[in-house]
Every structure is written in structure tokens, then in C-alpha cells.
């Protein structure tokens, strides 16, 4: 599978997208003068990224099979030899796909012309929060030509490994049904992290995804647990805020002071005169 295939855009390139968040995320993001991509295993849904369960069990069949084949046992203790090589060898892949769960970051933004009551409710956990609106255009241009995303370290081998994440892609989240016989194909590693269960499909979502390609670490003679920690989300620089914030809307239910204190805030980044503040329209009838 080719990442264009994976990676779908959606139908309208100047569609609207928005995301909702926290005061405190907001400030941080104009402070740092970047867009923050969390690590996948702490957006909120442990199943981020995860397998269906006719992939695992094609996955063992097949591991099972290459290790009966290279092996080629003949008396029951060559073969219970066999097994327990399989076993071995089936956990220390899962183990090192966990990981490599944990090195996707992901920047989660919520396709609409129109303003969510429900993205309110569910991103944003205090009533003086914002949103800021965007565009698919305007964020992929703002990605393609940000700098290079600062590396980090982990420890491989004895040694500390510096890993470089890879430039940002962008693509509509496709939701579908995890049950049998549903299955992933085995030569993308980055299919989990475009599909999501049917119950999320409200959100219709565009994501931009950071993969880094940590190294095999779990089973490596040299390793023991525990796992290095790694960080917990990665920053895009963006030169220019307000060539990806098309404007920011205020929460429905903010304090009256509140729109004022967003306003100064944006000031103080001088972006006052280039971002407009709107108060939300959940609370007009039309």
C-alpha cells in the first residue's frame, strides 16, 4: 500500500477544521509558536492504534508457519522446542509494536462547516475554553514548510539513540468495524493510526501524524524493562500563527470577562490584528 492510498484528503481542500481545547493549551501553543502533536497512547482511547483480532490470529498462523518451516522438527521435543521459539517470537513482535505505538504523535482536528456542541463537551473540560478554525489547506501548508521537528533519545544497545521523527502527514480518519473478519493490511504500519472504531465516527476526523521509527528495543540482548519513557507529544513550529488560525471562537458558556482576557492574550503574541475573536453561535437560534 502506497501512503497516498492510506493518506486521503478530504473531497474539499478549504474545508473547515477546528479544534476545540483548554485555555491553558491555547496559551501554550501561542507561547511556543507551535502546533503540539500528543503521543498516540494518550489521546484518551486505549484502542489508538490498535489491531483487529483476526490480524493477530492471521499474525500468529503465520509466524507459527515460517518458524515450522526454517525448523522442520521431527521427534516431539524438536517440535515442543519449535513452539516455544514460535511463542517467543510472536511476544517479542507484539511487544515491539506496543512500542511503537507509543512513537506515533498525533494532532486531532474535527471536520465541519459548522460549529459541535459535542466537540465542545468533549474536548474542553472548563467553560472558559476556545476553538480555534482552520482549514485543510491552511494547516498542510503550514506543515510542508515547517523546520525539521527536534529529535529526542532513547536508550538501544547501551547507548542513547537519537531518533528523528519524520515530517508530518495528513489524513481522514476512516471508521469501521473491528469485528471478524475485518483485518488490516501488513504492509503499512501506519494503517492502525488512520482507522477507528465506528462509535467515533461523530468526530469526523482529519489527523496529522508524526511516526518515528523506534528501534526494535523490547527483546534486544541488551534491553530490560522498563521501557524508556518517551515524550509525551512533539512540537510543529509554525512560523506564522495566523497562516493556520483562520480566526477563534469563544466557548458558549465563558465567563463575560473571558472574550477580553483571549484578546489581550492574542495581543501580547501581536496576532490581535491578524487572528479575529468570535463568541460562539450556540447561543443564537440561527
Known sequence: MVLGELFTLPEDQNRKIWRYMDFTKFVAMLAKNELFFCRNDLLGDHFEGAL????NTLFEQHMRS???YNRN?????????????????IYHIRQNYEQNRRGVFISCWHMNEFES???????TSSN????????????ADCLSSAPPIKGFTVPFGGEMMTMEPLKPLI?????????PPATFPQDNLLYPFLHKRKSFE????????IWTNLPTIIGHP??????????AGLGVKIDDLSKLVEDVIIAPEADSWYKELVEKILEKYELDKKIPIHVSSLNELF
Not at 517440535?79 to 516455544?84: E, M, N, R, S
Not at 472558559?128 to 494547516?139: G, H, P
Not at 461523530?202 to 501524524?209: F, G, S
Open 52 to 55: 483487529p483480532p483476526t490480524y
Open 66 to 68: 515460517v518458524v515450522q
Open 73 to 89: 522438527p521431527t521427534t516431539d521435543r524438536d517440535k515442543a522446542k519449535v513452539a516455544a521459539e514460535a511463542d517467543a517470537a
Open 117 to 123: 456542541a459535542a466537540m465542545w463537551s468533549q474536548y
Open 128 to 139: 472558559n475554553a476556545v476553538a480555534i478554525r482552520s482549514t485543510y489547506n491552511r494547516l
Open 171 to 179: 489524513g481522514v480518519v476512516k471508521y469501521i468495524t473491528y469485528a
Open 202 to 209: 461523530h468526530e469526523h476526523e482529519l489527523r496529522a501524524i
Open 222 to 231: 541488551s534491553v530490560t524493562p522498563p521501557l524508556p519513557e518517551l515524550p
